[in-house]
């Protein structure tokens, strides 16, 4: 990513100024210059940085410099608080209905993933003891009735279709099949539509009159640009909206458009989507998205999807073993097993911030090569496992046989291998909020 | 004075109205500084940069445009406001324009559609398809988006439109061996142009990445006296991410083309300046709607006179 860290660039221009005092004027404007560079190049729309920029201008001067951070940290500080208020501060759910089925309604632009996430959500919510039935109500779409049954049946949730007839008449169908068969869920799913197509939002109001939803989730994909407060908006006045899916997080986009939707509906984003399985969707936490917009990496999801993964007596071991530089090939070959499912190694090595992602790309972890970097670390003696340095040329030669593989693998372990066990040392090194930063393996 | 009111006054009625009416699109904005101010100083090339910057251009794209702009206002010593519209025309049909090599194919032709998910790959597969068959080529279509669901029907259904035939693998199949097929497929059929469907994937995932390298070195091997073209849909909706997906297709199969779709919206594409300025990448088509018929080369031109439009 060509995009140099907000922190660093907020430091350099902060350089100059040492000693005590107030931030003045002038520093605090020189200062949200980088910042509202960083806000337009997350895609944040133009007006909302514009007006965000006013609001943190007029908190930060005058502010005191606090003697336990920088200048430069004390505004990041100030900008963060203030993304997270305008994303609404804290978590925001699903409102479940006491006189069910809860109807929710999916919206939005074409392929921003309305379908997925309709499957995405009777998958969370199946897990929550409900018994979710899907609606297919986008006739238009070549195949999306059969994507929709595909998705259902991976989810084990039924589908509720009447081919491509009119939609409105499908949903009301739907809803009086749903109390009938003592479903407590309606996830309905509606074609996508450009917000300036009268015809078809008509369509969709319609289709909320007939059914009376819950609640009306726009659908809104996490890589837009300027124009998602156009859609955002003609959505909301048309239609209503009560709260927002963001997906597509698992890319590098910063995800701006999230600042955007929610400065101009004043709804919650409720769910993010992370990827192309159908667990993939995660509540939405304000806070880490003002520091991914911001390029503040986001530590707190890196740990806690670390934890979520792994026992903590073993992390505690593991950092012990960090620390003392102890780590071997064996704990290597441990670590590489325990990131399986949490996504690739250096997808969660790149949330970490102050890691030089350039570096990444040197360590180069496949999870479907583990088992051959386990037949490579199994071929090898005990000794060589604790003490990687005494692998020589005729070792790797003998470890390759040994292990069915060539050379150029054994060669490929031992330097990620190193690489890794670098990082991790410049890892030790970094802080989070709340003290030492817990290693993610 | 007077003029400081006014400037003052454009600020804030712009702030104010600015989120109820931001479909105003670069034209308007445009032609809303010419309105307002009397003489070109720096706060009209700030606004100017702004006014790029709303339209997805980017920071420094934007930032390159208005200080050429600049440099040339400074040299001819131009004064007046409304010339500047032209000029801001200019410059990006330039940009548009740099380098375009045209889209050739010859027989027999390969075209892999690549791009993140969403995007209108396959839409824009059953397109061109409807297009090249009526053009007098012999089509044939390779599903190779053998993991989102449906994704196979789907293009039967485009295919089945624009009659051609099509070479598909149940769910879960390898790509790649979709794509081996396809290509004995078209050499004992005489194909002239075979268009290869892929998965949507994200640029950053190195797995899903790897797939698409293989898939590429596939045509490559088993397809060698066959013209490669390689094209990147985006979409216009999407913001500076685009430039990170550009240079990612690039870097892992490298892109010949762009096809830049959904068009037909408010968003008028306006990172694609960007990637063309740090990429030169031509763009091939623009896809302006659902429809067989919804696509149309790509017109330096239109396009800008299009950024333009009020
Ligand atoms: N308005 C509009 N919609 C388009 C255009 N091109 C494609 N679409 C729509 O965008 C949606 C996604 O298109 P697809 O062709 O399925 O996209 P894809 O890239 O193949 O998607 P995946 O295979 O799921 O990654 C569909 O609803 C299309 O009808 C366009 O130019 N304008
Ligand atoms: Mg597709």
Redesign the pocket.
Same mark, same amino acid.
Do not use: F, I, W
């Given at each position: 990513m060509p995009f140099e860290g907000l922190a660093e660039k907020l430091q350099a221009t902060f350089k100059k100024l040492t000693g005590k005092g107030k931030l003045n004027e002038k520093d605090v404007k020189s200062a949200m210059r980088e910042v509202k560079l960083a806000l337009l190049e997350a895609d944040v729309n133009f007006l909302v940085v514009k007006d965000l920029i006013r609001k943190i201008t007029d908190r930060a001067v005058g502010q005191e410099i606090m003697e336990s951070l920088t200048p430069g940290h004390q505004v990041i500080k100030i900008v963060n608080e203030e993304l997270t208020a305008l994303m609404g501060g804290t978590q925001s759910k699903v409102v479940i209905a006491s006189n069910p089925p809860t109807i929710l309604m999916l919206v939005g632009l074409? %392929?921003a993933g309305k379908t997925t996430h309709a499957g995405k959500l009777a998958c969370y919510f199946r897990k929550q003891g409900k018994n979710p039935l899907l609606v297919a109500c986008d006739i238009?779409?070549p195949a999306a009735i059969d994507q929709l049954k595909i998705v259902g049946e991976k989810v084990n949730t039924p589908v509720f279709e009447r081919g491509s007839r009119n939609p409105v008449a499908i949903a009301k169908e739907a809803l009086e099949y749903a109390k009938d068969h003592q479903y407590d869920m309606l996830l309905v799913d509606t074609? %996508?539509r450009?917000h300036i197509n009268e015809e078809l939002m008509e369509e969709l109001k319609s289709i909320r009159d007939g059914i009376h939803p819950h609640e009306i989730l726009l659908v809104v994909d996490a890589m837009t640009g300027q124009d998602a407060v156009n859609v955002a908006q003609s959505f909301h006045e048309k239609l209503g909206i009560d709260g927002v899916i963001l997906t597509k997080l698992d890319g590098d986009t910063r995800g701006g458009a999230a600042l955007s939707v929610r400065a101009v509906t004043g709804k919650p984003i409720k769910f993010v989507g992370t990827g192309e399985k159908l667990e993939d969707l995660e509540v939405f936490h304000p806070d880490r998205m003002a520091s991914r917009i911001l390029g503040m990496g986001d530590v707190l999801t890196v740990i806690e999807k670390a934890q979520a993964n792994m026992d903590s007596r073993k992390a505690l071991e593991m950092e012990k073993k960090l620390r003392t530089r102890t780590f071997t090939l064996d704990d290597y070959l441990e670590q590489l097993e325990q990131v399986k499912g949490m996504g690739s190694m250096s997808d969660i090595l790149s949330m970490i911030p102050g890691l030089n992602t350039k570096k990444l790309k040197g360590i180069q972890i496949d999870e479907r090569q583990i088992p051959r970097t386990q037949a490579i670390i199994q071929s090898m003696t005990k000794k060589e496992r604790n003490d990687p340095s005494l692998i020589n040329a005729s070792r790797r030669k003998r470890i390759a046989a040994g292990s069915g593989t060539r050379i150029q693998d054994v060669n490929q372990l031992l330097k990620s291998y190193e690489e890794l066990k670098k990082m991790m040392k410049q890892l030790n090194g970094a802080k989070s909020k709340k003290g030492r930063l817990r290693l993610p393996f | 004075m007077e003029s400081d009111d006014r400037k003052k006054k454009s600020f804030f009625s712009r702030l104010k109205n600015g989120l109820t009416r931001t479909r105003g699109n670069i034209a308007d904005r445009v032609d809303e500084l010419i309105r307002y101010y009397r003489e070109i100083d720096d706060e009209f090339f700030d606004d100017l940069e702004e006014t790029l910057i709303m339209g997805d251009v980017g920071v420094p794209t934007s930032e390159k445009i208005v200080s050429s702009i600049r440099e040339k206002v400074e040299k001819e010593k131009i004064g007046d406001p409304s010339r500047i519209k032209d000029l801001l025309k200019d410059n990006i049909t330039s940009i548009l324009k740099r380098n375009t090599q045209p889209l050739t194919l010859p027989h027999p032709t390969v075209l892999l559609v690549v791009?993140?998910?969403?995007?209108?790959?396959?839409?824009?597969i059953?397109k061109l398809a409807d297009r090249y068959r009526k053009e007098g080529k012999k089509v044939l279509v390779a599903a190779a988006?053998t993991f989102?669901a449906a994704?196979g029907e789907?293009l039967e259904i485009w295919c089945q439109r624009a009659q051609v035939p099509i070479i598909r693998h149940e769910e879960g199949a390898d790509p790649a061996a979709v794509i081996f097929d396809a290509i004995q497929s078209a050499r004992s059929r005489g194909t002239d142009i075979l268009l290869c469907?892929t998965?949507?994937r994200l640029h950053n995932k190195k797995n899903l990445m790897n797939e698409l390298e293989k898939m590429n070195r596939v045509i490559d091997r088993e397809f060698p006296e066959a013209h490669k073209e390689v094209l990147l849909?985006l979409d216009a909706t999407t913001g500076q991410n685009a430039v990170s997906q550009a240079s990612l297709f690039q870097e892992a199969v490298g892109i010949n083309g762009i096809a830049l779709?959904?068009?037909?919206?408010t968003a008028k594409g306006g990172v694609i300046i960007a990637v063309k300025s740090q990429l030169d990448i031509p763009v091939y088509y623009v896809?302006?709607?659902?429809q067989t018929e919804?696509?149309q080369p790509f017109v330096p031109e239109d396009f800008t006179e299009a950024l333009f439009e009020s």
């Open positions: 074409q %392929g238009y779409r074609a %996508g450009l | 791009g993140v998910n969403g995007v209108g790959k396959t839409t824009t059953g988006d989102r994704a789907q469907d998965a949507g849909v779709t959904k068009l037909d919206g896809g302006v709607g659902e919804d696509l």
